[in-house]
């Protein structure tokens, strides 16, 4: 990592770092991908791809300290052939959202987290997410940013006890002898890195 301190990182500035990979990610996605398995295996690529649209349009209410709803996720995919461009549109919104002054300030949600923890769950999202569509549909996904693991592990430390209780992590696997520590991240979330679910290429 460069002398620069993870602390230094806005989350704007972290999620503009992953958003151009998920952009990348999301684009490469064909068609014939969309009911490929994915690594989380209530998800195939498409229910996959619906909610990490669903994440990254309800993270840019909670920036400007608004309610959210997760309650009902659309099918943004359904909506038309141009939902890989619309996703693009929406993580630009969302990069822009947490680089607003204030973002960062206070808390936020319905649970009053503190809003630099809440926009890190939106980088988590943007980044492991990411990666389990990378793996499914055949593309590459080299390790993310240094700065982004280093944030994303405390994040993943702070919130794996109540992650693990809501079913949002899996029990964590054992990363592989002489694994990154962006695999070590994946492992730390219930992800093996070296999952191959048979996937269907682009």
């Given at each position: 990592?460069?002398?620069?301190?993870?602390?230094?990182?806005?989350?704007?500035?972290?999620?503009?770092?992953?958003?151009?990979?998920?952009?990348a990610v999301v684009a490469g996605i064909s068609d014939a991908a969309l009911v490929a398995p994915t690594p989380c295996a209530e998800y195939d690529v498409k229910a996959l791809v619906n909610h990490l649209f669903q994440?990254?349009?309800?993270?840019?209410?909670?920036?400007?300290?608004?309610?959210?709803?997760?309650?009902?996720?659309?099918?943004?995919?359904?909506?038309?052939?141009?939902?890989?461009?619309?996703?693009?549109?929406?993580?630009?919104?969302?990069?822009?959202?947490?680089s607003a002054p204030g973002a960062e300030e206070g808390t936020t949600g319905a649970m009053d987290?503190?809003?630099?923890?809440?926009?890190?769950?939106?980088?988590?999202?943007l980044t492991v997410h990411v990666w389990d569509l990378a793996r499914a549909t055949g593309q590459e996904y080299p390790d993310a940013d240094d700065a982004i693991v280093a944030q994303l592990t405390d994040t993943v430390a702070q919130l794996a006890p109540t992650a693990k209780k809501m079913g949002v992590f899996g029990e964590p696997v054992r990363a592989p002898?002489?694994?990154?520590?962006?695999?070590?991240?994946?492992?730390g979330t219930g992800r093996d890195p070296g999952w191959d679910g048979g996937a269907v290429a682009g």
């Open positions: 990592m460069d002398t620069k301190s993870v602390a230094t990182y806005g989350i704007g500035e972290l999620l503009a770092m992953a958003r151009g990979r998920a952009v994440v990254v349009v309800q993270f840019q209410w909670l920036a400007v300290k608004e309610a959210s709803d997760f309650g009902e996720t659309p099918d943004r995919v359904g909506e038309g052939p141009d939902w890989r461009e619309r996703f693009a549109g929406e993580a630009d919104r969302l990069v822009a959202a947490w987290m503190p809003a630099r923890l809440v926009g890190s769950m939106a980088l988590l999202d002898e002489g694994a990154s520590a962006f695999e070590r991240l994946l492992a």
